[in-house]
């Protein structure tokens, strides 16, 4: 479960380009299933979504994450709540293209957590699970989309995470891609990890393997359902 508790997040407080991208937004997810984060370009989704993946602290508020307040955390809690807790889905997957696809899915764990023969070994499990187990060695740029899409879900797995967090995840995919990369992560909730997905792609949305949604608008939830 993760809850939000009247928080703001204002970027650039003391400046003349000051924003105020979440304006008192009070939330709760639960452990279960697929949620959707969804809204207009602005409404603050990527914002919410760094705050709960750890990755940023709201300017106020209070973010919950599995019952434990991650908002006042020092940052190096924060960086270890964040390898421990979240596996990131970004847009366009930010694979790193020059890397070979075992590399890229060992990089959430740099710096080096634990021997490499170990990691090595989670790394190759999981690229056979994806059906990728002899394409290790290739360099990421060399992979067609869908080959992308499952080193990109592959990166996100591989510290086991009970909380996926993806970011447009869809957005540069075709509706066949896209249904599939949905299927995926469908079936990580299915595992028992919490999903939660940022998308104003409509299709994405509404999509039926959807278990709940939350508008926001202006840095506020305007609705749930
Ligand atoms: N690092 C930052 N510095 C200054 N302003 C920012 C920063 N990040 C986001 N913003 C601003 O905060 C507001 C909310 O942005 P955010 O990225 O959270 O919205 P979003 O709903 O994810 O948008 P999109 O769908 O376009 O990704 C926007 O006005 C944006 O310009």
């Known amino acids: 479960m993760i809850q939000l508790e009247n928080v703001t997040k204002i970027y650039n407080p003391r400046r003349p380009d000051r924003v105020e991208a979440l304006r008192g937004l009070s939330l709760r997810i639960p452990a279960e299933g697929v949620s959707v984060l969804r809204g207009p370009s602005g409404s603050g989704k990527s ?6 993946g750890c990755m940023a602290r709201p300017t106020s508020g209070r973010v919950l994450v599995e019952g434990r307040e991650v908002s006042r955390l ?6 270890e709540v964040r390898r421990e807790t979240f596996g990131f889905i970004f847009q366009q997957f930010n694979l790193v293209r020059a890397l070979s696809v075992r590399e890229n899915v060992l990089l959430p764990l740099y710096p080096l957590a634990e021997g490499f023969s170990a990691m090595r ?7 056979e699970q994806f059906g990728l187990a002899d394409k290790a060695r ?40 896209s249904g599939e990369l949905l299927t995926a992560l469908q079936q990580l909730a299915a595992e ?33 359902a």
């Open 121 to 127: 070994r989670r790394a190759d499990r999981l690229l």
């Open 138 to 177: 290739r360099r990421v740029a060399t992979l067609s989309g869908g080959e992308q899409q499952r080193v990109a879900i592959a990166r996100a797995l591989i510290n086991n995470p009970r909380i996926i967090i993806a970011d447009e995840p869809t957005a540069h995919l075709d509706s066949r891609l």
């Open 74 to 79: 020092p940052e190096r809690f924060l960086t």
């Open 192 to 224: 028992g990890r919490t999903v939660i997905i940022a998308t104003h792609d409509r299709l994405a949305a509404e999509h039926p393997m959807v278990d709940r949604r939350f508008e926001l608008r202006d840095g506020l939830l305007v609705e749930a």
């Open 47 to 52: 914002s919410l979504l760094s705050l709960i």
